[in-house]
T-cell receptor, first 113, second 116 residues
Framework: DTGVSQNPRHKITKRGQNVTFRCDPI?????LYWYRQTLGQGPEFLTY????????KSRLLSDRFSAERPKGSFSTLEIQRTEQGDSAMYLC???????????FGSGTRLTVV | AQTVTQSQPEMSVQEAETVTLSCTYD???????LFWYKQPPSRQMILVIR??????QNATENRFSVNFQKAAKSFSLKISDSQLGDTAMYFC?????????????FGKGITLSVRP
């Protein structure tokens, strides 16, 4: 068990560019979550998968955001036409039974310049 | 919608002392779970302790314990014998017990500094 892995750790991009982040959950976990955390704030829910099905999507996710989890394994989060307001830490977490808590990855820090 | 409030932005404690971090929440649900997560500087978030709302007994994990007051919707974390490695941001979080809906709602967090 190598934990939840997120890549890249850091991403600097110019406004208007597209970016894609990857999350590899713990292999036996069927639930996968994406959160966004801005400086000094708690994580905010973005979206959640059970296996390959995207079961819930936050209103925070504009049409520029899309997430996938093909085959119920790794997940990608894509942001199109990035804006400065997208600068944040993007956290991925996974769980087998959420009531026991999640395992978080180290996050991808996005800076839009 | 559920809300989680952590009203203390920062706290400081002397090494080996005890500190209590406060958290309140608002919900109309009767069954739910509460969590405290720790986020050390530049490191990933880890689960400290969890509480099931239908259990009256307060959860304990080694030096960490909670004071769960369901009627008051309060869920504080007590850290005993504070250690330098306890320096981190601490987040209180809420989860409804509805099976399919397993998202966590977090508070804004509190920065805890342990002084040597």
């Amino acid at each position: 068990d190598t934990g939840v892995s997120q890549n890249p750790r850091h991403k600097i991009t110019k406004r208007g560019q597209n970016v894609t982040f990857r999350c590899d959950p713990i292999s036996e976990h069927n639930r996968l979550y994406w959160y966004r955390q801005t400086l000094g704030q708690g994580p905010e829910f973005l979206t959640y998968f059970q296996n390959e099905a995207q079961l819930e999507k936050s209103r925070l996710l504009s049409d520029r955001f899309s997430a996938e989890r093909p085959k119920g394994s790794f997940s990608t989060l894509e942001i199109q036409r990035t804006e400065q307001g997208d600068s944040a830490m993007y956290l991925c977490a996974s769980s087998q039974s959420a009531k026991y808590g999640y395992t978080f990855g180290s996050g991808t820090r996005l800076t839009v310049v | 919608a559920q809300t989680v409030t952590q009203s203390q932005p920062e706290m400081s404690v002397q090494e080996a002392e005890t500190v209590t971090l406060s958290c309140t929440y608002d919900t109309s649900e009767n069954n739910y779970y509460l969590f405290w997560y720790k986020q050390p500087p530049s490191r990933q978030m880890i689960l400290v302790i969890r509480q099931e709302a239908y259990k009256q007994q307060n959860a304990t994990e080694n030096r960490f314990s909670v004071n769960f007051q369901k009627a008051a919707k309060s869920f504080s974390l007590k850290i005993s014998d504070s250690q330098l490695g306890d320096t981190a941001m601490y987040f209180c979080a809420f989860m409804k017990d509805t099976g399919a809906n397993s998202k966590l709602t977090f508070g804004k967090g509190i920065t805890l500094s342990v002084r040597p």
